[in-house]
């Protein structure tokens, strides 16, 4: 098993930014991609950025393309995801997605609040 683990979450300015973390530890071998996705009030769960792990070929939501970056660092296994510019409308639940032996996130983390004031 594949444990994720986010951080980095909180509260900030609109125009802000902050940067998230996700570690992961456990059988972390074979790992595809990693991703970010989130989850505002009411809404369902959306796809934000994700980064295959041994290319670190990256791909964006196109309402985050220009604001966020996704990296990774395979020494430490630990995915980040910079974000800049940050307007009300990024408030949500952040999560952490591992693609393990297969190309679909099959490992999820807890999430990590985000709230950004108008």
């Known amino acids: 098993q594949v444990q994720l683990v986010e951080s980095g979450g909180g509260l900030v300015q609109a125009g802000g930014s902050l940067r998230l973390s996700c570690a992961a530890s456990?059988?972390?071998?074979?790992?595809?991609?990693m991703g970010w996705f989130r989850q505002a009030p009411g809404k369902e769960r959306e796809f934000v950025a994700a980064?295959?792990?041994?290319?670190?070929?990256?791909t964006y939501a196109d309402s985050v393309e220009g604001r966020f970056t996704i990296s990774r660092d395979n020494a430490k296994n630990t995915v980040y995801l910079q974000m800049n510019s940050l307007k009300p409308e990024d408030t949500a639940v952040y999560y952490c997605?591992?693609?393990?032996?297969?190309?679909?996130?099959?490992?999820w983390g807890r999430g990590t609040q985000v709230t950004v004031s108008s």
């Open positions: 997605a591992a693609a393990v032996l297969t190309t679909k996130y099959n490992c």
């Open positions: 456990g059988r972390t071998y074979g790992t595809y991609a």
């Open positions: 980064i295959t792990w041994s290319g670190g070929i990256t």
